[in-house]
């Protein structure tokens, strides 16, 4: 086998393998000793592989000013009023301007990026788009570890679309 391609294929799957294991340990984003899941809110991103010739991934690039390196998939933050700023791609596109939305979040509740693309055009040249983007809120806690217990497949970041009680 060629060694090019070899050295290819493992930067790939190390590549993979690190990305799997750092996306789901959420991430502290607040200062002072861990507190309990109840004290803090957690924002999900998604990492949505479902379609693999369509990939979607959106994560917090910024949470009020401070860089995240690496773009964490989860993230535990204290409740209050953030500003995010988002590392987003769609089909392999990444944003021209990275969007920031202003939020105000709830200890114990936890809330998912989320996208609705409005516009898509894609030629062989180039693909462009355009799509709004929110926080949406999920549930608390319990209600979370229930579904992900009950769906499994939910865990790798794709976008939970859990039925509302109300």
Same mark, same amino acid.
């Given at each position: 086998?060629? =060694?090019? +391609?070899?050295? *290819?294929?493992? %930067? +790939?799957? /190390? $590549?993979? +393998?690190?990305? %799997?294991? $750092? @996306?789901? @340990? =959420?991430?502290?984003? *607040?200062? %002072? &000793? #861990?507190?309990? &899941?109840?004290?803090? $809110? @957690? #924002? /999900? %991103? /998604?990492?949505?592989? @479902?379609?693999?010739n369509r990939p979607v991934t959106l994560r917090v690039h910024k949470l009020d000013g401070e860089t995240l390196y690496g773009s964490p998939n989860v993230l535990h933050v204290d409740p209050g009023s953030h500003e995010l700023v988002l590392s987003v791609s769609h089909d392999r596109m990444m944003a021209l301007k990275l969007p920031v939305l202003n939020v105000s979040v709830k200890a114990g509740q936890v809330y998912q990026l989320d996208y609705r693309l409005i516009e898509h055009? $894609?030629?062989?040249? &180039?693909?462009t788009g355009t799509a709004v983007y929110s926080l949406r809120y999920i549930g608390d806690h319990k209600d979370y570890e229930d579904y992900l217990a009950k769906n499994p497949e939910y865990k790798a970041g794709t976008p939970l679309f859990i039925p509302s009680a109300g």
């Open positions: 086998m060629n =060694p090019v +391609f070899k050295r *290819y294929v493992l %930067g +790939f799957l /190390i $590549a993979l +393998f690190l990305s %799997g294991c $750092a @996306t789901h @340990t =959420p991430r502290k984003m *607040y200062k %002072g &000793e #861990i507190k309990n &899941e109840k004290d803090v $809110a @957690t #924002i /999900i %991103g /998604i990492n949505d592989w @479902t379609n693999w055009r $894609a030629s062989l040249r &180039e693909s």
